[in-house]
């Protein structure tokens, strides 16, 4: 990934986007070049558009940018975009992106169901680029395409999924219970008022993402290979909370194997310890060191000590042990705004670059 590739966000000013200029700022193939937004922000200043909430100041080179309208023939001279745009704004503008035969990463939920978009977890399933060419074709293009990454809770349930179905085989039920971090709801977010002393036992949409995605993404193609077939012997049923953290979704999960006797906890320990994915196997930039994080201390992971782990692109598994009800229960932890919703579209697109997509 040596050629440098001018990069556009989408969604700049928000919560999102910012974690994109973040990850982007010092990155060796991308970048940034287009920094898009509302009509508000549109002819502003980078700095005097944006609300910056991260930890570490706006990148100096970012302050002075210009931010544009979310329009194709503004990003044209993009070589990929990256779209932080809430769900109710993306699907019209990376529509009308795509169509100008721009390459997309989106991180809404507006096409993740579609049988020919990609939706990839990078540590994950990222042979279902595959699919990009017939994505193509089916829209005339030459060099454009849309990619969805997951919903930030699904996307730290599959990593250890995936490592066991690999290991062990399909899987009949998972069960999973989040407690969501509130910058999962972007900002403002939640009221104070209502999350102050409290935990909220519902997300709206939240569980019916996960009980679908999770099948798509460790699903397969059609025998015609052209376009996905999600797993069906599979059910997922979930129960979304947030809770007062600020990053960092931590999730119990509850698994039953098609396959009987299911294995040890030892065995398990190993296969996900052991899991890597193509990304690392490409080399890509942002790869973590371990797909997968062990831990087996009693009282973690847990988000505030563990969520930075492998600079968030990681899963941090611990508490592994038998379920008395289903096969195998443990608790893992994803840092909801890095591999959960941002660093997995860059992520996503370092291995497209490697995969000669861009």
Not at 55 to 65: A, E, G, K, T
Not at 93 to 112: G, Q, T
Not at 135 to 158: D, E, M, P, Y
Not at 237 to 263: I, M, N, W, Y
Request: with cysteine; aromatic share 6%; net charge neutral.
């Amino acid at each position: 990934m040596a050629v440098s590739k001018k990069v556009g966000i989408l969604g700049a000013t928000g919560t999102v986007g910012q974690r994109f200029i973040l990850l982007l700022a010092d990155h060796p193939v991308f970048t940034i070049h287009a920094l898009g937004a509302s009509s508000r922000s549109a002819g502003k200043a980078y700095k005097d558009a944006v609300k910056w909430k991260q930890s570490r100041p706006i990148p100096s080179p970012i302050s002075d940018l210009i931010v544009r309208p979310c329009h194709a023939e503004e990003f044209k001279e993009c070589d990929v975009v990256f779209s932080g745009l809430d769900a109710d704004f993306a699907g019209d503008i990376e529509m009308a992106f795509l169509k100008a035969d721009l390459p997309v990463f989106s991180n809404a939920k507006n096409y993740r169901r579609e049988p020919t978009v990609p939706l990839i977890v990078p540590t994950v399933n990222a042979s279902h680029f595959d699919l990009v060419h017939q994505q193509r074709t089916l829209h005339g293009l030459s060099k454009g395409f849309i990619i969805t990454n997951a919903n930030c809770s699904t996307t730290g349930l599959v990593v250890p999924l995936k490592a066991l179905q690999d290991a062990f085989g399909p899987m009949s039920h998972v069960l999973v219970h989040t407690q969501q971090a509130i910058s999962g709801a972007g900002y403002p977010g939640v009221p104070s008022l209502d999350i102050f002393d409290n935990v909220v036992p519902h997300i709206g949409g939240e569980e019916e993402k996960m009980e679908f995605e999770a099948s798509k993404i460790l699903g397969g193609v059609t025998s015609d290979g052209k376009e996905f077939s999600p797993l069906t012997h599979m059910v997922v049923s979930a129960t979304c909370t947030r809770v007062p953290v600020l990053d960092g979704h931590l999730e119990s999960v509850s698994v039953k194997f098609v396959q009987q006797p299911p294995p040890s906890i030892e065995e398990v320990y190993a296969v996900l310890d052991q899991y890597t994915c193509e990304a690392q196997k490409l080399g890509c930039y942002s790869a973590p060191k371990q797909a997968i994080t062990i831990t087996k201390d009693t009282d973690r992971p847990q988000p505030r000590l563990d969520r930075d782990n492998d600079k968030g692109q990681t899963v941090t598994v611990g508490r592994v042990r038998k379920c008395p009800v289903l096969d195998l229960k443990f608790v893992l932890l994803v840092h909801n705004t890095v591999l959960g919703a941002a660093g997995s579209s860059v992520l996503n697109a370092e291995v497209a670059v490697s995969r000669g997509l861009l």
